[in-house]
């Protein structure tokens, strides 16, 4: 009898280890522990037996039955990809983990949504547009003529001659005056791209806004007052602005626009190089050539846009002197903005 048990035993595990899925495990279940099943066979013939022999037999037979159901249990587990849960899966007794800690806004998103906030004020709305945009709205819509320096692949990441990563914001310009008559005052804020090297001050990636102002008699002077009003509320302060003379291909006249350095109200510090003064962006009234793009009429509209970096603006307001530390995300610095609006 333990012969046949032994044989049995076996058997019934290499069998149930070669099933290959559950019909196939299922078929083993049934050849051995089924109604006609060998080891239900085998507890039938327990009653011919007498005496030591019924009883060691049959304590063999039970002990058996428990430990193939055991296997068949398991490796129907391991088919459902499911893991047994034993007693010690979980230690109750344990402390609970500290609350997470908090994280804390990126200064460039705080300062992105704070410098959105002030032109919300202004009636402005917001609007996006793609980070890989084509040729056409990042240059020849936006009036850079073919054998524009921009245009030069030291500068521009392309991923083919008509598909690159944005390097301005402006192309959302063209994108909005397709889409909408005015009069328009939106921003636009987002990621853009240079293929340059890191140090201080460069970084390949990094934010801009952009704003456009679309109507019948749009003037430079609504530009100035925009742009003060911006200052006044962003930096909290009565800092001056001036316009400087500039060229830009999309606007004409084009400028450059400084504040009265923050850091030492003009006098003349590090921070504005001992000039009194920082520029914060570049802006003019919107170039004809760019309306024709769009589609509107001749001369029915006129428009000012400006685009500034917001990096700088952040650096300015927090006096951080290495722009590479908005892209490296160590938490040593970014932890110093918690609780920062
Ligand atoms: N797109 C320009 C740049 O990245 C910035 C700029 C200048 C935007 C003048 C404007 C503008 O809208 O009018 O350098």
Redesign the pocket.
């Known amino acids: 009898m333990q012969e046949m048990i032994d044989r049995l035993r076996s058997e019934a595990l290499a069998a149930i280890h070669a099933a290959d899925g559950e019909p196939a495990l299922e078929a083993v279940r049934v050849a051995v522990l089924g109604r006609k099943g060998s080891l239900t066979g085998l507890l039938r013939g327990l009653k011919d037996l007498e005496g030591d022999a019924k009883r060691d037999a049959g304590a063999a037979l039970n002990a058996l039955k428990d430990e193939l159901t055991a296997a068949l249990d398991a490796r129907l587990l391991a088919f459902s990809g499911a893991r047994p849960v034993t007693a010690h899966a979980y230690d109750l007794t344990l402390p609970g983990r500290a609350p997470a800690p908090l994280g804390s806004r990126h200064p460039l998103l705080t300062v992105l949504e704070g410098i959105c906030d002030i032109f919300y004020g202004m009636g402005f709305s917001r609007d996006d547009g793609p980070e890989v945009e084509l040729d056409y709205y990042n240059f020849t819509a936006l009036n850079f003529p073919d054998d524009h320096p921009a245009r030069d692949i030291q500068d521009t990441f392309y991923f083919n001659e008509k598909v690159l990563l944005r390097?301005?914001?402006?192309p959302v310009?063209v994108r909005m005056m397709e889409q909408r008559e005015p009069p328009l005052a939106c921003i636009f804020p987002g990621r853009v791209y240079r293929n340059e090297n890191a140090d201080a001050s460069h970084s390949s990636e990094f934010f801009?806004i952009?704003?456009l102002v679309v109507d019948r008699a749009v003037s430079m002077a609504d530009l100035k007052d925009t742009v003060d009003t911006f200052v006044r509320n962003f930096f909290g302060a009565e800092a001056p602005t001036r316009f400087r003379p500039h060229y830009?291909p999309?606007?004409e006249p084009?400028v450059e626009v400084d504040m009265q350095c923050v850091a030492c109200g003009g006098s003349g510090c590090g921070v504005c190089k001992q000039t009194g003064w920082l520029e914060i962006m570049?802006?003019?009234m919107v170039h004809p050539n760019v309306f024709r793009a769009a589609g509107y009429p001749d001369d029915r509209y006129t428009g000012f846009?400006?685009?500034m970096g917001i990096d700088r603006i952040a650096m300015l307001k927090y006096g951080i002197s290495d722009i590479r530390l908005l892209y490296e995300n160590d938490l040593r610095f970014l932890n110093q903005f918690r609780g920062v609006q």
Not at 167 to 170: D, L
């Open positions: 390097t301005q914001t402006s310009q801009q952009e704003g830009f999309f606007t084009s570049g802006a003019g846009a400006f685009g």
